[in-house]
């Protein structure tokens, strides 16, 4: 069984720094693609960044390019989003999702991941 788990997530103050850490474990035999999202009361999860299994390709969502950053730890099932210059509306529960696939097709989406953490509470306060 495969479990995720995000861990990082806290208190920070707008313009501040915060990085988050994301294992999936369980799993033998590669790494694969892993993604970020995030979610507001009352709104869809909406993607925040991908990472391929071997860290050559990264996508980000517009509104977090030139501030978040995606890494792996080498060729391991682990990721890290490095946020800088966090804004009010970055506060959010962020979830770490993997797929079972080294690359994904559909990054932005949902959909293409299998496997999703509990999520990790941001709230970045003015």
Not at 5 to 28: I, N
Not at 93 to 118: F, I, L, P, R
Request: with cysteine.
């Amino acid at each position: 069984q495969v479990q995720v788990a995000e861990s990082g997530g806290g208190l920070v103050q707008t313009g501040g720094s915060l990085r988050l850490s994301c294992v999936a474990s369980g799993r033998t035999g590669g790494t694969f693609a892993m993604g970020w999202f995030r979610q507001t009361p009352g709104k869809a999860r909406e993607f925040v960044a991908h990472i391929s299994w071997s860290g050559d390709k990264t996508y980000y969502a517009d509104f977090v390019k030139g501030r978040f950053t995606i890494s792996r730890e080498g060729a391991k099932n682990t990721v890290y989003l490095q946020m800088n210059s966090l804004k009010t509306g970055g506060t959010a529960v962020y979830y770490c999702a993997s797929s079972v696939w080294g690359h994904v097709a559909n990054w932005h989406d949902e959909k293409g991941y299998d496997y999703w953490g509990q999520g990790t509470q941001v709230t970045v306060s003015s």
